[in-house]
């Protein structure tokens, strides 16, 4: 019999997400065994809390603005305010000449990228990512009927590889998302990459007659680490939506904030981000949460404080490289992309029997490794690299 919810959904019903599916496993298994011998590496779910400046400008809005305010719409795009100080900051740490016209609040980085989506997609559009990549996107591009195209892994840089990104361009290609630093490898692009992917988008906008934007998405933008620098790439290349949001910077992720930078410099500038506008309305957010929009615009000279995933990224690296395994070089976000010594879904199976959760390679597009997210406490780092070693010894890495 046929049932009464859409044929998407009805596909997406039949295929949960890999990283929400070893959440479960672990809150399973933490009713097995006790929370504290669960080492669950599965969720990007930031364990320090937000900055105290984050409680006290939550506080000083609600004492301080009228209700009307802080619980209001107000236009669609945000407060004006908030994109005006948006736009100043990014000024002073970029160099840049944006203005609150380039700003458009978002309800996160996925809040914005399904805005810019349902903005530039026509049925039949493609997108393209670079292997591996979150795995979201492909959804985010079917909602408005796109198609995710993916660019095979550039190994073992995983720096994006142009060559590959000139193959898989075609007359239909409308957007590539670019993810640095990089959910699940940890990789940051460097500035020669970026570029040279901008040269090949170039050439090929310009042999197929209308743009190919790069959409940038950058919720790990603040988490780099020994000093490597995240290049700010509406500078390398002209046609750029950045999508950022505080969801990891500022421990915020369930409060859904964000914002989307639309620079003058883009074709059809005024459309665009007019359409973005709009796209924000009806897709029903209507706005960014508006509470949260008085609050982050107080909170944007806090540094983001990446010691504790530092530490969590020394002590884990080190200890896995030990035990025999090799992972890619982690610059920034909280993770760690380990290549696997069998099949990755069976590797994530096998550690469940030391009560470690992983994410599968496959669920990002690229098998033969595993995602482990380090945003945990030193606790479980500590806990799980025992289990770890065993684990290399079963499949003889050292
Ligand atoms: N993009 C990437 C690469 C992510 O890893 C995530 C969340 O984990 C998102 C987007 C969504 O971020 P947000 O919570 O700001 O919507």
Redesign the pocket.
């Known amino acids: 019999m046929p049932n009464c919810i859409s044929d998407k959904m009805f596909a997406l019903t039949q295929k949960n997400s890999a990283v929400r599916e070893m959440f479960e496993e672990g809150n399973r298994l933490a009713k097995l065994y006790g929370r504290e011998n669960v080492y669950d590496f599965s969720l ?1 779910n930031p364990n320090f809390p937000a900055p105290a400046r984050v409680k006290e400008a939550v506080i000083d809005v609600l004492n301080t603005e009228p209700t009307t305010m802080v619980h209001g719409y107000m236009s669609n795009a945000g407060y004006p305010d908030t994109r005006k100080a948006i736009a100043e900051s990014l000024n002073k740490r970029f160099g840049t000449a944006f203005s609150e016209a380039n700003i458009l609040m978002s ?5 914005g ?1 399904n805005v810019i989506l349902k903005t530039l997609l026509n049925p039949g559009d493609e997108v393209l990512a670079f292997a591996p990549f ?1 795995l ?1 996107y492909g959804n985010y591009v079917r909602n408005y009927d796109g198609e995710l195209k993916i660019v095979p892994p550039n190994l073992p840089s995983f720096q994006p590889d142009p060559a590959a990104l000139e193959a898989a361009v075609t007359a239909k290609t409308k957007a590539v998302i670019i ?1 640095s630093p990089n ?1 699940p490898t940890g990789v940051i692009y460097s500035e020669a990459t970026i570029r040279a992917l901008g040269a090949v988008l170039e050439k090929k906008a310009s042999e197929y007659g209308h743009p190919i934007f790069i959409l940038a ?1 950058e ?2 933008r603040e988490l780099a680490y020994d000093g490597a620098v995240v290049p700010w790439i509406t500078k390398l290349y002209r046609n750029t939506v950045v ?1 950022y ?1 505080w ?2 910077s500022l421990s915020l ?1 369930g409060e ?1 904030i ?1 914002y989307l930078v639309i620079p003058s410099e883009i074709d059809d500038y005024t459309l665009v981000f007019d359409a973005a506008s709009i796209a924000t309305r009806v897709l029903g957010f209507v706005n960014a949460p508006s509470l949260m929009q008085r609050a982050v615009m107080r909170c944007l000279d806090e540094e983001t404080d990446i010691n504790g995933y530092d530490s969590n990224r020394k002590k884990l690296c080190d200890g896995l490289r030990a035990a025999g395994y090799e992972c890619a070089e982690p610059q920034g976000a909280f993770y760690l992309w380990v290549k696997t010594p069998c099949d990755d879904r069976e590797f994530a199976q096998t550690a469940k029997k030391y009560n470690i959760l992983v994410v599968p390679g496959t669920s990002f597009a690229c098998p033969g490794y595993v995602r482990i997210a380090y945003c945990v406490s030193a606790h479980t780092i500590e806990g799980a690299l025992p289990g770890f070693k065993k684990l290399a010894e079963e499949y003889g890495l050292k």
């Open positions: 990007g309800v996160g980085a996925a809040g990228l979150f979201e993810n959910n998405d919720p790990y999508c949001s969801s990891k992720p859904r964000g």
